[in-house]
C-alpha cells in the first residue's frame, strides 16, 4: 500500500507538506467515520497526540513520512468500508 500512496502522491503532485488542510480533512474523515478516538489514531501513526491535534486544528502539519502513513491508512481504512 505504501508504494501505492508514494506513486500517486508523486505523479498527482500532491505534497501533504504544503497541504494542510487534505491533511486536517483525511484526520476528521478517520475519526468521524471510525471506532477510533484521536489518541488511538496517534497510536497508529507513531506520533504525539497533541500533534495530531494541532494538525486538526490547522496549527502546523505532518512530515512527508506520517503524512504518507495518514495517506496509507485512509484508503486501507476506506477499503474496508466497501
Not at 23 to 42: G, P, V, W
Not at 51 to 60: A, I, K, N, R
Amino acid at each position: 500500500m505504501g508504494c501505492l500512496a508514494e506513486v500517486w502522491a508523486s505523479e498527482v503532485g500532491v505534497h501533504f507538506e504544503r497541504r494542510k488542510e487534505a491533511q486536517k480533512y483525511l484526520i476528521e474523515f478517520i475519526l468521524t467515520h471510525s471506532e477510533y478516538d484521536l489518541k488511538n489514531l496517534a497510536e497508529i501513526l507513531d506520533v504525539n497526540p497533541l500533534l495530531l491535534s494541532q494538525v486538526l486544528s490547522g496549527f502546523t502539519y505532518l512530515e512527508d513520512t506520517i503524512a504518507l502513513r495518514l495517506f496509507d491508512w485512509f484508503f486501507l481504512f476506506i477499503g474496508e468500508r466497501n
